[in-house]
């Protein structure tokens, strides 16, 4: 028959079994925990170059184009998992402007965008898919006048990232999508004579994007 285990060779083992598992258990915590935070990269918005322009029918027969430019937010950018990544922008609408002091300020009264009542649009990303290479698709909600509904963004980039003169690391994409102006209460229009109105009622939305990386302080 075999000879029996020492017992304190039986306990030394014991420990040895008790320590292994715990490093283990420590070893998946870390992988769990730190990874997800580690592959997060947060973009800031540059309001001083980035617009959200618009195009709209005037008269069923010319273009008005404008754009806003006070937009904020950020992009959390997950780097191991783009589905995981957020699109947070708020717009000043009051920063509407056509080059027409006379149109903007109609544009931001009751009749359009009402800007003392709801003076900002925001998006908010609820859906980020890679469509190819340099190419995503954002789904996500887009709040106009009090109204959210939601609009699926076209995504060209985000580009390669550069550093700037005073070692910021920057990138840029741009955005299109098109949405009816009546869907979000901007209601307003006039007929002409001989059929048709005064302005249309889909409007084409490009943002142009420039984002700067924030550094860990």
């Keep these: 028959m075999g000879q029996a285990m ?4 039986n306990n030394v083992l014991s420990r040895k079994t008790a320590f292994a598992k715990l490093a283990v258990s420590a070893a998946l915590a870390a992988v769990m925990v730190f990874p997800a935070s580690a592959a997060t990269t ?10 959200a322009g618009f195009a709209v029918k005037h008269l069923m027969i010319s273009t008005v184009r404008g754009q806003f430019k006070g937009v904020n937010g950020a992009v ?15 717009i000043d609408a009051k920063t509407i ?21 709801y003076p900002t649009i925001t998006f908010k990303s609820k859906k980020i898919e890679n ?9 996500g909600d ?3 006048r009090g109204v959210t509904k939601e609009v699926v963004l076209d ?16 990138i840029a994409a741009s ?43």
């Design 97 to 117: 402007d056509t080059s027409e002091p006379k149109r903007d300020e109609d544009l931001r009264s009751e009749k359009f965008f009402d800007t003392a009542k």
């Design 142 to 144: 887009l709040t106009i």
């Design 42 to 51: 947060t973009w800031q918005i540059d309001p001083a170059h980035t617009a």
């Design 131 to 139: 469509v190819s290479a340099g190419k995503l698709k954002v789904t």
């Design 76 to 90: 959390v950018w997950d780097d191991q998992d783009i589905s995981k990544s957020t699109i947070d922008v708020t």
């Design 6 to 9: 020492n017992p304190a060779s």
């Design 175 to 217: 955005a299109t999508t098109k949405v009816n102006r009546q869907d979000y209460g901007v209601k307003w229009n006039a007929n002409i004579d001989g059929g048709g109105v005064v302005v249309g009622d889909d409007v084409n939305i490009t943002i142009d994007l420039e984002m700067i990386k924030k550094t860990a302080k």
């Design 155 to 170: 995504i060209e980039g985000p580009s390669n990232p550069v550093k700037d003169p005073w070692g910021n690391t920057r």
